[in-house]
């Protein structure tokens, strides 16, 4: 079978992760998170004090971005890829509400947006690639041979996240989950540089009520039929 770009773009806390590694393992394709990279660009942002640089000097910011590296590992015992910053696993750091409440307004950057989609664009992607984000479709990759656009209710959503964050040991209240929700989307598809929107080519699948199995099967159909033509 041919081996294919997948790009699944849309709005926060649609399971897009669980979808993307579920599909990855399956076909053997790599996996990458692209949220995650904004993520760490957040952490590392917070960390180091740097957060006013983000208004006031946005390339002194950037070079200090530049002397870090963000990158990807395998873990075979979860099966999970986990983003490093150096050799540093920051996986559980970058699920915090604080990073969460802050992430939107980093990507909101165009010369941040600029690195991180260079990052993107390294992956090899002779071996199939399934990325998840907000414009891997419409601007990483818009040749992606399947765009996929997920979407939920607010609520549905909403409880999904606060469950997982309660497993993940963060002590949060489902209503701060929503707003998080809530505000990111809104950011997320107002800023003006590689907004989220819906692509003309996208397959929009809402799975408010759909397990991640359905859903896997469902793209699976697509993925074969693709790849077999
Ligand atoms: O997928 P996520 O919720 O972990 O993403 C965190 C934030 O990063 C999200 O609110 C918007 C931003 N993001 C983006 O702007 N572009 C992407 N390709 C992926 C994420």
């Known amino acids: 079978m041919r081996k294919l770009t997948i790009a699944i773009d849309g709005h926060a806390s649609t399971g897009k992760s669980s979808i993307a590694r579920g599909l990855a393992l399956k076909y053997g394709y790599i996996y990458i998170n692209s949220g995650s990279m904004y993520r760490a660009v957040t952490l590392f942002a917070l960390e180091n004090n740097l957060l006013e640089l983000l208004d006031q000097n946005i390339d002194l910011f950037i070079e200090k971005l530049k002397n870090i590296s963000i990158n990807f590992k395998f873990n075979k015992n979860n099966l999970i890829s986990e983003i490093f910053i150096n050799d540093r696993n920051i996986e559980k750091e970058i699920g915090s509400l604080k990073v969460s409440n802050l992430v939107s307004r980093v990507a909101a950057i165009p010369k941040i947006r600029r690195e991180m989609v260079k990052l993107q664009r390294n992956i090899d992607r002779n071996k199939g690639v399934v990325m998840d984000g907000r414009d891997i479709g419409s601007v990483v990759f818009p040749d992606a041979d399947i765009k996929l656009f997920l979407t939920a209710s607010d609520a549905v959503r909403a409880n999904r996240r606060h469950k997982e964050m309660i497993k993940n040991g963060i002590t949060v209240s489902l209503d701060d989950v929503l707003n998080n929700i809530q505000n990111r989307d809104e950011l997320d ?39 077999t033509n």
């Open 189 to 227: 598809s107002s800023r003006s540089d590689s907004p989220l929107i819906i692509d003309k080519d996208a397959k929009v699948i809402d799975n408010s009520n759909m397990s991640i199995e359905e859903q896997i099967d469902e793209i699976s159909r697509l993925i074969e039929e693709k790849a």
